[in-house]
């Protein structure tokens, strides 16, 4: 399962970069996977 773990990091480091600057509302998520949703 080492894909998913890999697949998990592209997609925090994407959002980490990238929400902030393509105008998304950015969450610092600390469970992992992190879905993207802030409650």
Known sequence: KE???IKNI???E???NGWEISG?????CKD???K???S
């Open 24 to 28: 998304q509302p950015v969450c610092h």
């Open 3 to 5: 894909d998913s773990g």
């Open 32 to 34: 992992a996977p992190c």
């Open 36 to 38: 993207g949703t802030c």
């Open 14 to 16: 994407r959002g980490f």
């Open 10 to 12: 592209m997609v925090l």
